[in-house]
């Protein structure tokens, strides 16, 4: 008996691992699809992006930035939907929550990750029932950048 319940059990854990999502997952799954437009700016770009920028326009946030990728879906509610569903399942395993705002058909989730004293990645996932976006980005960045950030013009 105990040797069932030991396999029933390891058996639901990996079946939760294999239907959890990550941020990849999501961004793979969805990025070629019709109605979603992905944009990625890789290391290199933002090197460009960082020798262009001007203080005075968030260039000291900028320069603590090494990427960014951002997926939106527009104008599909059942791509919306599926997209929905999927990022319930995203595994929020190192990740901390910043915000998370549910009111009333529009879901907001700020995640991140830190190690130290600076964040390494952050996660904002924007959830209506026609529109939704994905946005990853990935830096060095302190808890004070982001509320300088605030007051920029973007």
């Known amino acids: 008996m105990k040797k069932i ?4 059990g390891i058996l639901i854990a990996a ?3 294999m239907t959890a999502q ?4 999501l961004f793979k799954e969805f990025k070629n699809r019709q109605h979603v437009e992905c944009v990625e700016v890789s290391p290199a770009m933002m090197g460009l992006v960082k020798m262009k920028s001007k203080k005075e326009e968030g260039g000291d946030f900028i320069k603590k930035i090494s990427s960014i990728k951002v997926l939106s879906i527009e104008d599909d509610s059942d791509l919306c939907m599926e997209f929905r569903n999927k990022a319930s399942k ?3 395993n190192g990740y901390e929550t910043l915000v998370n705002s549910n009111e009333d058909n529009e879901k ?3 995640l991140a990750k830190t190690k130290e004293d600076y964040i390494t990645e952050m996660v904002i996932l924007n959830l209506e029932p026609k529109e939704c ?8 960045l302190k808890s004070s950048d ?3 950030c605030e007051n920029l013009n973007f």
């Open 146 to 148: 982001i509320e300088a």
């Open 22 to 25: 990550t941020v990849n997952d």
């Open 5 to 8: 319940l030991l396999t029933l």
């Open 15 to 17: 079946y939760t691992q």
């Open 90 to 92: 995203l595994q929020k």
């Open 108 to 110: 907001t989730l700020i």
């Open 133 to 140: 976006a994905l946005v990853q980005i990935k830096g060095k």
